[in-house]
C-alpha cells in the first residue's frame, strides 16, 4: 500500500486524525488536526477521498486542499471544519503520523525531519499567513458563503430577541423582565463560549 501524507493518531488515545496544518505561524510545536472518528459519513468519506487523491497528496499542507475542496452538500471543507469546531489544536508531539500501517513517527519528528532536508530552522516551516489571517478569512467566509446557509438569517443578538419578544406574552411586567434576564444568562455563556474558542485558535497576545 502507498504511503500517505496528513493521516495520523492521536498518541494518548490512538484516535485516528487528519493534520491540516503540520505547524503554525510562531508556534511551531501545535498543529491542527481533524479528528475523524464520529464524524458524519458524508463527511468523512469526502475528507478520506481528498486525502487520498493527487490534489491531497500533493500539498504542502492539507489545509491547502481542504481550501479549495467541497463537501458533496457544496459546502467547502476548510470554512465548514472550521465554524464547526472540527479544527482542534494540538502538540505536534502528541500526534503520530501513520503513512501505512506499519509505520509510525511523531509530527514532531516529522517536522524537524522536514527542516533539515529544507535547510530552514523548524519555526519557517509553517505557512506565512498567519492564524490571524487565516481566522479572518474563515469568518468571512462564514458570513458569506451560501452553503453555510446564513445568508437568509438575521445576525446579531438583538434581530434574535426581537424575533423572540414578538412571540412571547408576558403576564405582567415582572415575567417581562424575567425573561430578559434569563436571555442575557444565556447571551453572557454564549459570548463566554466564543472567547473560549477564539482564545484557543489564536491566543491574545499580552503586551508590556
Not at 32 to 40: A, G, K, Q, S, V
Not at 155 to 176: H, K, L, N, T, Y
Request: charged letters at 25%; hydrophobic letters at 35%.
Amino acid at each position: 500500500m502507498a504511503e500517505l501524507k496528513h493521516v495520523g493518531r492521536v498518541k494518548a488515545t490512538n484516535k485516528k486524525c487528519l493534520v491540516a496544518y503540520r505547524s503554525l505561524p510562531g508556534d511551531a510545536y501545535n498543529c491542527l488536526i481533524i479528528p475523524t472518528e464520529n464524524m458524519p459519513d458524508i463527511y468523512h468519506d469526502a475528507l478520506i477521498n481528498l486525502v487520498e487523491s493527487g490534489a491531497g497528496q500533493s500539498s504542502y499542507e492539507l489545509a491547502e486542499a481542504l481550501d479549495r475542496t467541497q463537501f458533496p452538500d457544496g459546502s467547502r471543507m476548510l470554512p465548514w471544519l472550521h465554524v464547526n469546531n472540527r479544527l482542534i489544536k494540538a502538540p505536534t508531539n502528541a500526534i503520530e503520523m501513520t503513512p501505512t500501517v506499519q509505520y509510525s513517527l511523531l509530527l514532531s519528528e516529522l517536522n524537524q525531519i522536514i527542516a533539515e532536508q529544507r535547510g530552514v530552522p523548524i519555526d519557517q516551516l509553517a505557512l506565512q499567513e498567519s492564524p490571524e489571517k487565516e481566522a479572518e478569512k474563515l469568518t468571512a467566509t462564514k458570513l458569506n458563503d451560501p452553503s453555510l446557509n446564513i445568508q437568509n438569517k438575521q445576525v446579531g443578538a438583538e434581530g434574535e430577541i426581537a424575533q423572540q419578544i414578538q412571540s412571547e406574552s408576558f403576564d405582567s411586567p415582572e415575567a417581562e423582565a424575567k425573561w430578559y434576564r434569563s436571555q442575557a444568562d444565556k447571551l453572557a455563556k454564549e459570548a463566554a463560549s466564543y472567547r473560549r474558542k477564539a482564545e484557543e485558535l489564536v491566543p491574545t497576545k499580552k503586551t508590556a
